[in-house]
């Protein structure tokens, strides 16, 4: 059996009848367009937003176990349940705000125009080097730089 091959001169790919979808995925666009990329456009804006902290109730949960633990030390009878008590709601409203504290930060907002209309608008940690009017290519939460 004869194995079909053409050769797309534009791009010099050679493709072979096993490889027509690998061909098919890289499409080569007319001399002065853009090939389409459903997840490509360009940077329209970037700015930098605060994050308020937000916790996920593991600190809470965590404090009230150690204010518990602290507060069962003292006192005996009614008083040690007392202070067990007090430990366990001081204990967690602590570690309620620890949590909120150590996820405080900022994150970057990046606007993207993409290039089958509309936008999107992806949240980095550091945008690096990225500027407005750079083409991206959205992959998950990250972007990459085309060139």
């Not at 937000?54 to 030390?73: R, T």
């Not at 709601?89 to 900022?106: C, D, F, L």
Request: contains cysteine.
């Amino acid at each position: 059996m004869k194995a079909l091959i053409y050769i797309t001169a534009a791009a010099g790919i050679i493709c072979t009848a096993a490889a027509t979808t690998a061909c098919a995925r890289d499409p080569v666009a007319p001399a002065g367009r853009v090939a389409e990329c459903s997840d490509c456009g360009t940077v329209r804006g970037i700015e930098a937003v605060d994050q308020g902290g937000k916790a996920s109730g593991a600190g809470a949960v965590l404090g009230a176990v150690i204010g518990g633990v602290v507060g069962h030390q003292f006192g005996s009878g009614k008083g040690q349940d007392a202070a067990t008590a007090a430990g366990v709601v001081g204990g967690a409203a602590a570690g309620h705000q620890i949590e909120k504290n150590r996820r405080t930060g900022s994150v970057y907002e990046v606007l993207v125009r993409m290039d089958t209309g509309g936008t999107r608008i992806v949240n980095v940690a550091d945008p690096g080097s990225l500027t407005v009017g750079q083409r991206v290519r959205i992959k998950g939460r990250d972007l990459e730089v085309l060139s």
